[in-house]
């Protein structure tokens, strides 16, 4: 990914050679650029947050007694645990170097699946099974064209996408899928546990996983080389096609479980369901990546961008924004992301 790697191959201030005529205490000439970068770092990393904390004031006080409450906190998280798992799906794939928009059409094939195999007469776990494995066949494919095909994979993904929604229409014949599918299946995610939804313990747990995953081990940390210098971590021994086709296919998968819980906390699945969530977890993927001293995509900050893009929308809906408001919120966010991110990439110059 372009913001994880030019991050990752900026050289540090502290090996740039020093000039000997500049004096070295706090009055010299470059004391006050050094603060300024400074500042301007702990700014950004602080910026989502604080982003975050003025939409939790500002929609508490224009909509008291209705965005400030339990109820409605409960809401926004298990609406957008969904988004969350999308959004780290979107990450991993983004963590190998790699730009996977075919996630939104991975979920809704996953779901539709799901919900046609309900249909069919099939029982849970072969349903779930059959969505699941859809996910690993796409990211296989998707691998496939990227590693072996060597094809730019923007237009990979673009491809599948355009494969995997033309394949969900042909199965629900442009139509939402609901027959059959039981009351249990909604059960499974919206159930509560200390007043906390399934759902949102799923995507907790999901995070979790995948964060110490990435972060934590060696394998996450070759991924992470494989994404941000691929011929350097090649020449040093990483076989870096293997850790690309895993975070492709691991993406994938994870894009196809949000499609099986989406299609459980609606009891439907449509042709096209995965392609409003896309936008959105794309940008929070780099909006999170702010967070990072670096600019370095995590899950953390992921799931960070998701509560605070998803708060902003809960709250311009209930003060009446039209329908067309969270895409262009959303668009906006990305393009700040991307502007934020850059402003930080230059302070470590």
Same mark, same amino acid.
């Given at each position: 990914?372009?913001?994880?790697?030019?991050?990752?191959?900026?050289?540090? $201030?502290?090996?740039? =050679?020093?000039?000997?005529?500049? =004096?070295?205490?706090?009055?010299?000439?470059?004391?006050?650029?050094?603060?300024?970068?400074?500042?301007?770092?702990?700014?950004?990393?602080?910026?989502?947050?604080?982003?975050?904390?003025?939409?939790?004031?500002?929609?508490?006080?224009?909509? @008291?007694?209705?965005?400030?409450?339990?109820?409605?906190?409960?809401?926004?998280?298990?609406?957008?645990?969904?988004?969350?798992?999308?959004?780290?799906?979107?990450?991993?794939?983004?963590?190998?170097?790699?730009?996977?928009?075919?996630?939104?059409?991975?979920?809704?094939?996953?779901?539709?699946?799901?919900?046609?195999?309900?249909?069919?007469?099939?029982?849970?776990?072969?349903?779930?099974?059959?969505?699941?494995?859809?996910?690993?066949? %796409?990211? %296989?494919?998707?691998?496939?064209?990227?590693?072996?095909?060597?094809?730019?994979?923007?237009?990979?993904?673009?491809?599948?996408?355009?494969?995997?929604?033309?394949? %969900?229409?042909?199965?629900?014949?442009?139509?939402?899928?609901?027959?059959?599918?039981? *009351?249990?299946? *909604?059960?499974?995610?919206?159930?509560?546990?200390?007043?906390? =939804?399934?759902?949102?313990?799923?995507?907790?747990?999901?995070?979790?996983?995948?964060?110490?995953?990435?972060?934590? $081990?060696?394998?996450?940390?070759?991924?992470?080389?494989?994404?941000?210098?691929?011929?350097?971590?090649?020449?040093?021994?990483?076989?870096?096609?293997?850790?690309?086709?895993?975070?492709?296919?691991?993406?994938?998968?994870?894009?196809?479980?949000?499609?099986?819980?989406?299609?459980?906390?609606?009891?439907?699945?449509?042709?096209?369901?995965?392609?409003?969530?896309?936008?959105?977890?794309?940008?929070?993927?780099?909006?999170?990546?702010?967070?990072?001293?670096?600019? @370095?995509?995590?899950?953390?900050?992921?799931?960070?961008?998701?509560?605070?893009?998803?708060?902003?929308?809960?709250?311009?809906?209930?003060?009446?924004?039209?329908?067309?408001?969270?895409?262009?919120? *959303?668009?906006?966010?990305?393009?700040?992301?991307?502007?934020?991110?850059?402003?930080?990439?230059?302070? $470590?110059?």
């Amino acid at each position: 990914m372009s913001a994880q790697a030019a991050a990752s191959s900026a050289p540090s $201030t502290s090996s740039a =050679p020093s000039a000997p005529s500049a =004096p070295s205490g706090p009055s010299g000439p470059s004391a006050p650029s050094v603060r300024s970068r400074t500042a301007l770092r702990l700014a950004a990393q602080w910026s989502l947050a604080g982003l975050l904390l003025a939409f939790v004031v500002f929609f508490s006080i224009a909509r @008291h007694g209705q965005f400030d409450t339990g109820t409605n906190a409960r809401a926004i998280l298990y609406a957008q645990s969904v988004t969350v798992v999308v959004g780290i799906s979107a990450m991993i794939s983004a963590t190998v170097g790699e730009i996977d928009i075919s996630i939104g059409a991975v979920m809704t094939m996953s779901g539709v699946l799901t919900a046609w195999a309900y249909g069919q007469g099939w029982s849970t776990l072969p349903a779930v099974g059959l969505g699941l494995a859809s996910g690993l066949a %796409a990211g %296989a494919l998707n691998a496939l064209l990227i590693v072996r095909g060597r094809i730019n994979s923007f237009i990979a993904t673009l491809a599948v996408t355009t494969l995997l929604t033309g394949f %969900a229409q042909l199965v629900t014949g442009g139509l939402t899928l609901y027959k059959s599918i039981p *009351n249990g299946f *909604n059960d499974a995610v919206a159930s509560t546990v200390a007043g906390i =939804p399934l759902m949102v313990l799923y995507a907790a747990a999901i995070a979790g996983l995948l964060g110490y995953l990435i972060s934590r $081990t060696p394998f996450g940390r070759r991924m992470r080389a494989s994404g941000t210098g691929r011929e350097a971590a090649e020449l040093v021994g990483i076989r870096t096609s293997r850790y690309v086709t895993a975070g492709l296919m691991t993406g994938a998968f994870v894009a196809a479980v949000a499609g099986v819980l989406n299609t459980a906390r609606l009891q439907s699945a449509g042709p096209d369901g995965g392609s409003a969530v896309m936008l959105g977890s794309i940008a929070a993927v780099f909006l999170g990546a702010v967070v990072s001293p670096r600019g @370095h995509l995590n899950v953390g900050g992921t799931v960070l961008a998701v509560l605070t893009l998803g708060i902003g929308i809960s709250g311009l809906t209930m003060m009446g924004a039209p329908s067309w408001v969270p895409d262009v919120f *959303n668009g906006l966010a990305l393009i700040a992301a991307l502007l934020i991110s850059r402003a930080g990439r230059r302070t $470590t110059r």
